[in-house]
């Protein structure tokens, strides 16, 4: 028979462990929720500091108000009350490359670029030199740089300044964040236009800074707006407007004739 | 045009707001990531005894390790590498009625008889009463009593009482969780053995003492997984076994003959 | 080991069957797609009328216009265009008891009454009686009639009376759909108001009289609904609507204080 | 307002449209459900012929036994037996690169070979010579041909030459097949060694060639699976063996040491 190694929960009649801990007497009451997160993650604790900006970050991506993702749980609610976690999958289905992928995309980036460059800089001109080689390569090769531009937040993300102070506190601003500080000081010289570091990238380089696996910054994007999107239900059972947005497309939809495809071809 | 009320997030240029607060300053950094989920969920700030609690249910509740929704989550990563959503998302709807379902029916069955109840009782005696009744009243309709019993822990679930004594440390120990309490008292004198109050049941008594959304208690056990499913991906990235798991299953696979649904109707 | 019988696919290296026929020869280009479907749900090959029931049924429920579930697909795929399973998912879970639930509800409902009398009606009259004391038994215990009334089609949906003449055509018209017809003559007599006959109810009164399994009724409308969503979706792809609807709902949140949950109670 | 255009279902009080067309005449009992999932995939009425390769490639692809999204669909549902909107989504959510995604991966790469070459090949030589070049640039840049190879049937798909069959039989045999049948001929010569063309490949070549979206190739691989999977959940309710899967692991289960990620590094 094969067998299935393990090192998180698992238990016996007597005792439940997490993590090679006691789950009712080390965990229970003592790990904050972030916290528990992290360590599931990484298998590693975090400290103190470590915890404080992963909260941060899943703060920053908990909810963005009316996004496609809640009003897609909304509307699978109002459609199938009987499942809540219908409700909270079909949001999280909406994390993909478009919304929540920039802060993978940005933490994947950022990380190719660290990865390559040993020793890395050890002072503010030294990341803008490199930040200034990571930019141009970019466009050269007509590629954008992850995490940055706002369709918003034109002159500033109000997340970006706010999650570098938090690192700086907790000691933990390391070479993703740094890197990526060093390109929204040097960008605009090459692109020819000043544009913003927005949240989810700032989010994306944090995430990698705290050591956690790339393949997943996406998962802990999506963590964060499960939460949300829990409180979009919340908000919907009391003031609901998911009949409503259904109705304003419903109502207003516009019959046309087919429009066969490939164009020009129909057996019809 | 119709408008869409909302206390969740929003933004404006120079500004984002979660929850009537200033996200960069007043949440990033100063709400842990439980606190902010309760926050969401209610639109009230949780006290930090709330929030301990909140968090060690979520705590008993993320990883109970290979469930079949870890096993789900773990198959779907394996077929679609390119979509960490779908994986999560596709373990997630496992979280139904027959296992994380358990901590909501709960939580809605004890609050049923406590909203039934006015006054409630003020000691343990009166607590011991109301629950001979309610188990009395169960048996005679031949229902069982959420939260009673656990296929593996016979002896008691040691989440169980780990979770009253933290509730009682932060004086929250209300009468979800006293009814329950009662329950695992009284019961054995009315069904003639004992069963253990798993933590599942605990677990909803806990929120709903919280005062959180019953139609919702799902989706915090469903917050809870989210953290243990990324756990969960991230051990299946380094120590894979989706694939054996599979090969398990296929390789033994034994073909048998059609069996005609309804039987004895065959067009074929 | 454990062996995991099955009758469904199978293959070895020279060979592929599915169903106990071999795929390539007995299966490609001889089974069409309504037909295959119904033999995998009851592994037995339905007769031609049956397919064409069956497929009528399928075309009723493929798609409806800009449904919560049509809206959630296309707003998935906005946001996360690398996922086309994601999307369809998303959608799919919009398939529950309030929309696309009637079909199961229906289906169910008729044939507990079906079930429950032996013999059956054997002429029309019998059958408005059976229907009668159902009509009434179901207002006295003040429940609702499954697949009765429309919220558009206040004086007949079109589907309804199609259904019952394919039906009919291919000696089809079983118990479920003949009660399913006496409630529609009957129930004015009782209820004092006359109700369309509703195509979902219709449907899943003809799928239950085709000998399929109750308990997946609801996966038929969804099969049929994974058409109509790859239809949107298509649609999308050349007309799109989805980033509209988006913003039409985005661009009209209206912020508002935050509301606490219970009433009254705060900490924050 | 904003409008929503559509050629999908539309409906008034007395009339449902689907494609232009009346749902009740002219649609249901008229139409067969593969040729209605093309119709509304193309919004063109597909040929007798394109609708016979069209439900072949279905059946090809609609069950393959104990794959990974048929363990999790039956998964789920011993989870969440509530949910059978659930149980499907999360089967499809396995649809992903790694085991459906080879029909739209051959499509598309078919076709950005057929797309570059105007005019095409008229005869077999001239479609050697392409399919010669095009298996020499893959290997120079050292990138696998989609729908070559299989991990079973080494020595030959036997869904392939039935599918090629098929489509000569309608006159439906065009560019994609014709290119992936001399793939099929010349690459021996290029990699030194015969591998089978794959069922998923040729089914990716014969939507290429019946014009499908090309976007939307995994879409109909789905479509497919979504009757599989209703077939694995019917045999599920009467030969469950979900329980027996989730207990072969979950009592198999090793614990071993939390493994910090990074390596060596931890706080706890």
Sequence with gaps: MPEY???????TPTSITLLGHDLASEVMGEVGFGELAFWLATQRRPSPGETR???????????????PTAIVTRLTYLSAPD?????????????????????????RFLHEVVAAHDPLPSDDAGWDELALQTVRARREQRELIPGLGHHVHKDGDPRTPRLFEIAAEEGLLGPHLSLFAAI??????????????NGAGVC??????????????????????TAGLIGQLAEELRRPVANEIFLSVDLNNKPIPPEPFPPGESHG
């Design 83 to 107: 499942s809540v976690q219908g409700a909270l999958a079909a949001g999280l289905l909406g994390g993909g490359s478009r919304f929540l992928g920039v802060t993978e995309d940005c933490g």
């Design 5 to 11: 190694p393990t090192a998180l929960g698992a238990s």
């Design 184 to 197: 929204g000081r040097v960008h605009p010289a090459v692109l020819n236009r000043t544009l913003p570091l």
């Design 53 to 67: 900006v992963f909260e941060a970050v899943l703060a920053a991506l908990a909810d963005h108000g009316f996004t």
């Design 204 to 225: 994306g380089a944090a995430l990698a800074d705290l050591g956690l696996p790339l393949e997943l910054l996406r998962g802990f994007a999506l963590l964060a707006r």
